[in-house]
T-cell receptor, first 113, second 115 residues
Framework: KQEVTQIPAALSVPEGENLVLNCSFT??????LQWFRQDPGKGLTSLLL?????REQTSGRLNASLDKSSGRSTLYIAASQPGDSATYLC????????????FGTGTRLTVIP | SAVISQKPSRDICQRGTSLTIQCQVD?????MFWYRQQPGQSLTLIAT?????????ESGFVIDKFPISRPNLTFSTLTVSNMSPEDSSIYLC????????????FGPGTRLTVL
């Protein structure tokens, strides 16, 4: 069974810092990888999707990369802002792109003004 | 993108009762899913809601406990039956569209507390 680990579990940084969130899968056979943001008591917002043929995606201050050989992904946030404070979840689908997304337990980010 | 709404947004229920959660998508989608997020945990897939037929349940989840309906391409319901405090979770509806099959969209969730 695929297990997903996110490190660190919690992170607190001053505003303006660049930061990296990590995600690793026990089974490196990942088809797609998606990063989500979850605000307290809310649902998930999709941030970036790395499709099977891709290794990296960028959107604004966010950059996500995927190393399929090691089953690791990183989410880079540049020039962090207090509005970035949320829990960030990574999720991967298996080699067949099947229905189930395997979610990590998340990194709770706090950006201090 | 697809916008997903859920009702109710939260509820507090008594042990032994049932609650039905509704999920509405603003466009026709190919696949709809129901997830559970227990306190402090990540998301776990309960089932895939199939239009006009029985849902496909993941290991550990059964139809008698979590009956699901999907009468059309934009609407689904999840019922949490005979509730116990262990059912206290956030329940999230999710969908994939036909034009963007790899991106998964989520509703805002229903926060359920069982006393």
């Amino acid at each position: 069974k695929q297990e997903v680990t996110q490190i660190p579990a919690a992170l607190s940084v001053p505003e303006g810092e660049n930061l990296v969130l990590n995600c690793s899968f026990t089974d490196s056979a990942i088809y797609n990888l998606q990063w989500f943001r979850q605000d307290p008591g809310k649902g998930l917002t999709s941030l970036l999707l790395i499709q099977s043929s891709q290794r990296e995606q960028t959107s604004g201050r966010l950059n996500a990369s995927l190393d399929k050989s090691s089953g690791r992904s990183t989410l880079y946030i540049a020039a962090s802002q207090p509005g970035d404070s949320a829990t960030y979840l990574c999720a991967g689908s298996d080699q067949t792109g099947a229905n189930n997304l395997f979610f990590g337990t998340g990194t709770r980010l706090t950006v201090i003004p | 993108s697809a916008v997903i709404s859920q009702k109710p947004s939260r509820d507090i229920c008594q042990r032994g009762t049932s609650l039905t959660i509704q999920c509405q998508v603003d466009s026709q989608v190919t696949m709809m899913f129901w997830y559970r997020q227990q306190p402090g945990q990540s998301l776990t897939l309960i089932a895939t809601a199939n239009q006009g037929s029985e849902a496909t349940y993941e290991s550990g989840f059964v139809i008698d406990k979590f009956p699901i309906s999907r009468p059309n391409l934009t609407f689904s319901t999840l019922t949490v039956s005979n509730m116990s405090p262990e059912d206290s979770s956030i329940y999230l509806c999710s969908a994939r569209t036909s034009w963007d099959t790899d991106t998964q969209y989520f509703g805002p969730g229903t926060r359920l507390t069982v006393l």
